[in-house]
């Protein structure tokens, strides 16, 4: 794991990508954590650093979910983006 955050800190989030890393996030709702996260991979992707990025979210069915949303963001960032429900059994 790359970094944890286990309290709310003041400002936007920021991350740290690294190949195979694991970046767990624990923010309030509305502090612009996913459109900021959503950036930086974007950079990250655009300049190389990473290729490959799991976007997990609690919602993929209909317009409105998590899973659009995040589609919809990262391809109007430049990035080739695909959602859909993934189930597995534990």
């Known amino acids: 794991m790359t970094g944890t955050l286990p309290r709310p800190v003041p ?25 900021g996260v959503r ?9 190389g650093d990473v290729r490959r990025v799991l976007w997990a979210v609690n919602s993929t069915v209909g317009d409105h979910s998590l899973g659009c949303e995040a589609q919809a963001h990262f391809i109007s960032l430049g990035v080739k983006a695909s959602y859909g429900l993934r189930l597995s059994r534990l």
């Open 39 to 47: 950036r930086e991979i974007a950079d990250a992707m655009q300049r």
């Open 11 to 35: 400002g936007p989030p920021t991350i740290n990508l690294r190949p195979n890393g694991i970046e767990v996030m624990r923010w309030p709702p509305g502090q612009g954590k996913s459109t």
